[in-house]
């Protein structure tokens, strides 16, 4: 469940680019509070996010992120994820890593009750 659409790889980098930044984190710019982010694609949240960083005189080096889930398996899925990824936010898709693993069917992502992901960022000054 979640305010916006819920994407949680594109909300897990978004927090790591704010956190990079010192700019705190996704709820506090995007609280879930504002109706006006009610179900929200969040790949809007990661174009403000972007802008944010920016605006604090950042830019982007890379990005590698995990996603934890049973199912569905995305192999197939992440050269798309990577150019999309990478296309929003004005970096090559080698600059985006991707990856995913299980739960060994442990806790709740082993039951498939949910997804986790995680993200680091490196952002560098610029200008």
Do not use: W
């Amino acid at each position: 469940l979640g305010h916006s659409d819920a994407d949680v790889l594109l909300h897990a980098i978004c927090d790591a680019m704010l956190g990079a930044a010192c700019l705190g984190d996704i709820g506090v710019h995007f609280p879930d509070t504002d109706a006006g982010l009610k179900n929200i694609d969040s790949k809007i949240l990661l174009k403000k996010s972007l802008a944010l960083i920016q605006k604090a005189g950042y830019g982007i080096v890379n990005i590698d992120s995990t996603l934890c889930l049973e199912a569905p398996k995305i192999k197939d899925y992440v050269p798309q994820m990577q150019e999309a990824i990478a296309g929003i936010l004005g970096i090559t898709i080698n600059d985006v890593s991707i990856k995913a693993t299980t739960t060994e069917k442990m806790g709740f992502v082993g039951r498939q009750e949910g997804l986790v992901a995680y993200a680091t960022i490196l952002l560098q000054k610029v200008g």
